[in-house]
């Protein structure tokens, strides 16, 4: 963090957690994903897209949220492009339970595809809460590479909400693992422009 004071940057830096790993076999052992909430956000920029039904829309436009309702994705037609293109400029999409199910249909495979397949948002629950609670998970998946990296806070938090959201994601990663601690290698964190500090 004492870095990122010393050279400011045009943009909000976001500190990553880099995980390495360790006596494990992407090809052979089950490879693992979970979700965890983060007390604190850690991508507070985190863009999150309303595919809603008339009156989420209207809360959505009443929160100033980003929305589109069946009509506006009837007209992306199944083009791949277009699906691409809407899964690109969101970080993350929440559907009313009416529409949920008609998306496969209405836009194909495109936003599960790109790993974005809307979250429900039910009407009994505050949408902008909602919404923070997605900006507040974080995703671990493993993939074909020994290492992972998750996005985990950013350099305006103090030390202290950095350091509660970091144990909250080591933690629950390791919870993830077969063997535990014994699956880690190493564990840095980094800020977007910044050096890695090694923790473990």
Not at 17 to 45: A, M
Not at 48 to 56: I, M, S
Not at 180 to 200: D, E, P, T
Request: aromatic content about 6%.
């Amino acid at each position: 963090l004492k870095g990122s004071e010393t050279k400011r940057r045009k943009f909000l830096e976001t500190v990553e957690l880099q995980i390495g790993l360790k006596n494990y076999d992407p090809q052979k052992d089950k490879r693992f994903s979970g979700t965890v909430k983060l007390k604190y956000i850690p991508r507070p920029k985190m863009q999150v897209c309303v595919l809603g039904d008339q009156q989420h829309c209207d809360e959505a436009k009443a929160n100033d949220i980003p929305f589109m309702d069946a009509e506006a994705l009837k007209k992306l037609n199944k083009n791949k492009k277009l699906v691409k293109k809407l899964a690109k400029k969101y970080d993350a999409f929440l559907a009313s339970e009416s529409l949920i199910k008609q998306i496969p249909r209405l836009l194909g495979p495109g936003l599960n595809k790109a790993g974005k397949f809307p979250g429900l948002l039910g009407h009994g629950e505050s949408m902008v809460q909602k919404i923070d609670e997605v900006k507040a998970t974080i995703k671990f998946q493993m993939k074909k590479v020994l290492c992972l990296s998750v996005a985990v806070g950013h350099v305006k938090m103090s030390t202290d909400e950095l350091a509660q959201n970091i144990h909250l994601s080591i933690n629950f990663l390791v919870s993830l693992l077969k063997k535990h601690w014994q699956n880690v290698r190493s564990l840095h964190i980094k800020s977007s422009m910044g050096q890695a500090q090694r923790l473990y």
